[in-house]
Nanobody, 128 residues
Framework: QVQLVESGGGLVQAGGSLRLSCAAS????????MGWFRQAPGKEREFVAG????????RYADSVKGRFTISRDNAKNTVYLQMNSLKPEDTAVYYC?????????????????????WGQGTQVTVSS
């Protein structure tokens, strides 16, 4: 198991930016793809972005393409989500997740079932 701790959430006006961080501990961070998911009140958890274990590949939900950027620093055991041009519909609890198993250099999962460890979440609220 890996322990994940998110930070960087908060309240921001529409059009603003936030940078989320997720610090990992407990196993070799660089062996696992990482992802960000979010869950709004009354809605199911949805995939936001994912990055392969070496940062070679990334994937994004259509709703955030061109606005959000996922990155990782394996030396710091941290994955980031830079969120620009935020919209009220981005309001949700954002969760960091680590792949269930050691992954190839290119693999990025988009299904929650593909991930095995989750952080506690950080609230992002975008006001109109």
């Amino acid at each position: 198991q890996v322990q994940l701790v998110e930070s960087g959430g908060g309240l921001v006006q529409a059009g603003g930016s936030l940078r989320l961080s997720c610090a990992a501990s407990g196993r070799t961070f660089g062996n696992y793809a990482m992802g960000w998911f979010r869950q709004a009140p009354g809605k199911e958890r949805e995939f936001v972005a994912g990055i392969s274990r070496l940062g070679v590949n990334t994937r994004y939900a259509d709703s955030v393409k061109g606005r959000f950027t996922i990155s990782r620093d394996n030396a710091k055991n941290t994955v980031y989500l830079q969120m620009n041009s935020l919209k009220p519909e981005d309001t949700a609890v954002y969760y960091c997740a680590a792949a269930l198993r050691i992954t190839t250099a290119q693999t990025v999962g988009v299904s929650a079932d593909w991930y095995g460890s989750w952080g506690q979440g950080t609230q992002v609220t975008v006001s109109s």
